[in-house]
């Protein structure tokens, strides 16, 4: 293609090289940012919203007139949230935290065994038995959330943690980002380990495990906010109130005969506020993990 | 406990990793240490993924209301009954409709901000948490706000209110399917959602580009900008785009929380895992027609990623390392 085409695109991207010679002048740069800063401006309403509306009083919300900022900072809503009796909103989030919590250390324990085995342990079926792990990944949750329930109800498990935890444990997502993560893994460092006597039992432990926290913390962080955010199926086992996660006590309130805006806000903003903590202070391991996983093939 | 750095580790190896396979003869067999590494995972899998399928297969073969150990074998009529019921190919057609918004405009979204991202100099950390922050609020969170507030249908929504500043009238977005405006509340809180996880999966690809291929490009004449980019950002990042286009795909056909939350109250606009859920557990309990609907469901998953695989090229990757 010879033809000359106007230059309607900003030039592409180079990778982490601002030294070298920039294409477009000062005038891309700005559109560049201008871009970018309407995107993230919009990216940024919702929470916003929340924040307004959390700390308003429902006369406000609801008001004549948008106010953009509350006329008087409404702290009160944060013992009004824990106090009402309607939702067990404390409960909930204790119930999440928990959840969350033991199905991170679950899921990366086994996850994370079982993608080593399958990338580095030389098994004539390995292959067979990765691709059977594949094709769960394919088959939606509606196949399996019927019986599924009706196994974990039989177990007595339904409003319980375990009932929450266990069956979400065996993630073969996340099984399979661990193998394509340890495929990746310099294999000199594991021989090495082997030749000084350890199995593959103890290299794991003792070399390869140490040797990969950044992507463990990634996955880590990943896991705690699927357990955190998961709905259906604490929507399927969480019968009674007192067995709700934060999630599922979040869509009650959307259900409720009576609308109280500025507690429904305020229920949302506390579910959100330890996640966005997580989230900022692992961010890094996360975009690296991110990164790493081999999605990109 | 070896603290060793990476870097110790690597230059040892090296020097003793060269004589011929040390893996041979060590102890203990692969194949039980391969058990043992992956037994508790695929037990599990058994259990909670493996079982419930098959106990669904079973299921979906037989007359099963209100039961889960049926005793009536119907052969094939709960995927007659499915196949030629109303709600759940009508559900098909909105899951349809909706990946054909949701896909395209997530990977033009996210790819869009990889590549503003990737090119600042200042506050590229700052932008970057910006569009990631929303991958950490749940779908529910994200109804919550999109329903109680941005796209509530009355006067004090924020698009209403934007929108009453040009005059326009109030729009019920998420009552009235004619005209179906629900679409843009769904999209919008997905797009929100997920774009950022999906720009740094782009991000992390296009710092994978080597520079001289754009280096070559320059000397060949190539124009920056629209030509770089077509002819050598997108084709190197085939790979990831068919892997974000596959992830997208199957994350939009298990797509329930924001339906469920959004359009709680309707009976249209309802994607397959909604009709399935109200199916199975609602007040019909059909598990026997709603495992059915959920096979159908697989197989359709299967073909279209095998096919999007063919097309695309996916798996080819795999080998890489």
């Given at each position: 293609?010879?033809?000359?085409?106007?230059?309607?695109?900003?030039?592409?991207?180079?990778s982490?090289?601002p030294?070298?010679?920039?294409?477009?002048?000062?005038m891309?740069?700005?559109?560049?940012?201008?871009?970018?800063?309407?995107?993230?401006?919009?990216?940024?309403i919702?929470?916003?919203?929340?924040?307004?509306?959390?700390l308003?009083t429902?006369?406000?919300?609801?008001?004549?007139?948008?106010k953009?900022?509350?006329?008087?900072?409404?702290?009160?809503?944060?013992?009004?949230?824990?106090?009402d009796?309607?939702?067990?909103?404390?409960?909930?989030?204790?119930?999440?935290?928990?959840v969350?919590?033991?199905?991170?250390?679950?899921?990366?324990?086994?996850?994370?065994?079982a993608g080593?085995?399958?990338?580095?342990?030389?098994?004539?079926?390995?292959?067979k038995?990765?691709?059977?792990?594949?094709?769960?990944?394919?088959?939606?949750?509606?196949?399996t959330?019927?019986?599924?329930?009706v196994?974990?109800?039989?177990?007595?498990?339904?409003?319980?943690y375990?009932?929450?935890?266990?069956?979400?444990?065996?993630?073969?997502?996340?099984?399979f980002?661990?193998?394509?993560?340890?495929?990746g893994?310099?294999?000199?460092l594991?021989?090495?380990?082997?030749?000084?006597?350890?199995?593959?039992?103890?290299?794991?432990?003792?070399v390869?495990?140490?040797?990969?926290?950044?992507?463990?913390?990634?996955?880590?962080t990943i896991?705690?906010?699927?357990?955190?955010?998961?709905?259906?199926?604490?929507?399927?086992?969480?019968?009674?109130?007192?067995?709700?996660?934060?999630?599922?006590?979040?869509?009650?309130?959307?259900?409720?005969?009576?609308?109280?805006?500025?507690?429904i806000?305020?229920?949302?903003?506390?579910?959100?506020?330890?996640?966005?903590?997580?989230?900022?202070?692992?961010?890094?391991?996360?975009?690296?993990?991110?990164?790493?996983?081999?999605?990109?093939? | 406990?070896?603290?060793?750095?990476?870097?110790?580790?690597?230059?040892?190896?090296?020097?003793?990793?060269?004589?011929?396979?040390?893996?041979r003869?060590?102890?203990?067999?692969?194949?039980?240490?391969?058990?043992?590494?992956?037994?508790?995972?695929?037990?599990?899998l058994?259990?909670?993924?493996?079982?419930?399928?098959?106990?669904?297969?079973?299921?979906?073969?037989?007359?099963?209301?209100?039961?889960?150990?049926?005793d009536?074998?119907?052969?094939?009529?709960?995927?007659?009954?499915?196949?030629?019921?109303d709600?759940?190919?009508?559900s098909?057609?909105t899951?349809?409709?909706?990946?054909?918004?949701?896909?395209?405009?997530?990977w033009?979204?996210?790819?869009g901000?990889?590549l503003?991202?990737?090119?600042?100099?200042?506050?590229?950390?700052?932008?970057?948490?910006?569009?990631?922050?929303?991958?950490?609020?749940s779908?529910?969170?994200?109804?919550?706000?999109?329903?109680?507030?941005?796209?509530?249908?009355?006067?004090?929504?924020?698009?209403?209110?934007?929108?009453?500043?040009?005059?326009?009238?109030?729009?019920?977005?998420?009552?009235?399917?004619?005209?179906?405006?629900?679409?843009?509340?769904i999209?919008?809180?997905?797009?929100?959602?997920?774009?950022?996880?999906?720009?740094?999966?782009?991000?992390?690809?296009?710092?994978?580009?080597?520079?001289e291929?754009?280096?070559a490009?320059?000397?060949?004449g190539a124009?920056s900008?629209?030509?770089?980019?077509?002819y050598?950002?997108?084709?190197?990042l085939?790979?990831?785009s068919t892997?974000?286009?596959?992830?997208?795909?199957?994350?939009?056909?298990?797509?329930?929380?924001?339906?469920?939350?959004?359009?709680?109250?309707?009976?249209?606009?309802?994607?397959?895992?909604?009709?399935?859920?109200?199916?199975a557990?609602?007040?019909?309990?059909?598990?026997?027609?709603?495992?059915?609907?959920?096979?159908?469901?697989?197989?359709?998953?299967?073909?279209v990623?095998?096919?999007?695989g063919?097309?695309?090229?996916?798996?080819?990757?795999?080998?890489?390392?």
């Amino acid at each position: 293609m010879t033809t000359t085409i106007p230059k309607v695109r900003k030039s592409a991207p180079r990778s982490d090289t601002p030294s070298r010679v920039r294409r477009g002048g000062v005038m891309s740069s700005t559109g560049l940012y201008i871009a970018t800063g309407v995107a993230a401006f919009l990216f940024l309403i919702p929470f916003y919203i929340l924040v307004r509306n959390a700390l308003s009083t429902d006369a406000e919300i609801t008001g004549e007139n948008w106010k953009f900022f509350p006329t008087d900072i409404q702290w009160g809503n944060i013992s009004e949230l824990f106090s009402d009796e309607t939702v067990p909103f404390a409960q909930s989030l204790w119930n999440s935290a928990v959840v969350a919590t033991l199905h991170t250390v679950g899921v990366l324990l086994v996850c994370s065994l079982a993608g080593y085995g399958l990338a580095r342990i030389p098994y004539k079926h390995a292959n067979k038995v990765f691709y059977a792990v594949l094709g769960t990944l394919m088959v939606p949750t509606a196949v399996t959330f019927v019986p599924s329930f009706v196994l974990v109800s039989s177990l007595g498990w339904v409003d319980t943690y375990r009932g929450l935890i266990i069956p979400g444990l065996f993630s073969g997502f996340t099984c399979f980002l661990f193998r394509q993560y340890f495929l990746g893994f310099p294999k000199e460092l594991e021989e090495a380990a082997r030749m000084d006597g350890l199995g593959y039992w103890g290299a794991y432990w003792r070399v390869v495990v140490p040797n990969s926290l950044n992507f463990f913390a990634a996955m880590a962080t990943i896991t705690f906010i699927a357990g955190w955010n998961a709905f259906l199926w604490p929507l399927v086992i969480g019968q009674d109130p007192s067995s709700w996660t934060v999630q599922v006590a979040l869509s009650s309130y959307m259900t409720n005969q009576t609308v109280v805006f500025h507690m429904i806000f305020m229920a949302t903003a506390v579910s959100i506020l330890p996640l966005v903590f997580v989230f900022l202070f692992l961010q890094r391991w996360l975009v690296q993990g991110i990164a790493q996983t081999g999605i990109k093939g | 406990m070896s603290t060793t750095t990476k870097l110790d580790l690597a230059s040892s190896a090296t020097a003793k990793a060269s004589p011929a396979k040390p893996r041979r003869g060590l102890r203990g067999s692969p194949t039980f240490t391969f058990w043992l590494f992956t037994g508790p995972f695929l037990i599990g899998l058994a259990i909670f993924v493996y079982a419930p399928i098959l106990w669904s297969l079973w299921l979906s073969f037989f007359e099963a209301r209100f039961t889960v150990t049926p005793d009536k074998f119907v052969g094939f009529d709960n995927y007659k009954y499915m196949l030629t019921n109303d709600d759940f190919v009508g559900s098909l057609g909105t899951f349809t409709v909706f990946a054909a918004f949701i896909v395209p405009t997530t990977w033009a979204l996210s790819l869009g901000l990889a590549l503003l991202v990737n090119r600042m100099r200042f506050m590229r950390a700052f932008f970057r948490s910006v569009f990631f922050l929303p991958t950490a609020v749940s779908y529910v969170a994200a109804a919550l706000i999109w329903k109680m507030s941005i796209f509530s249908g009355v006067r004090f929504g924020l698009m209403n209110t934007v929108l009453g500043w040009f005059g326009v009238e109030n729009i019920a977005w998420l009552i009235d399917p004619n005209p179906p405006w629900y679409w843009l509340v769904i999209v919008t809180a997905r797009l929100w959602l997920q774009s950022g996880f999906y720009m740094i999966l782009f991000i992390a690809a296009l710092q994978n580009i080597p520079d001289e291929l754009y280096e070559a490009a320059a000397i060949d004449g190539a124009k920056s900008g629209w030509q770089t980019f077509r002819y050598i950002t997108l084709p190197q990042l085939r790979a990831t785009s068919t892997a974000v286009i596959l992830l997208l795909l199957v994350a939009a056909y298990q797509a329930f929380d924001e339906f469920f939350n959004l359009l709680s109250k309707t009976t249209w606009g309802r994607p397959p895992l909604v009709e399935l859920y109200y199916k199975a557990l609602g007040e019909s309990q059909d598990y026997g027609a709603g495992s059915a609907g959920a096979l159908i469901l697989t197989v359709l998953i299967c073909a279209v990623t095998l096919l999007q695989g063919k097309i695309m090229g996916f798996g080819k990757g795999d080998e890489s390392k």
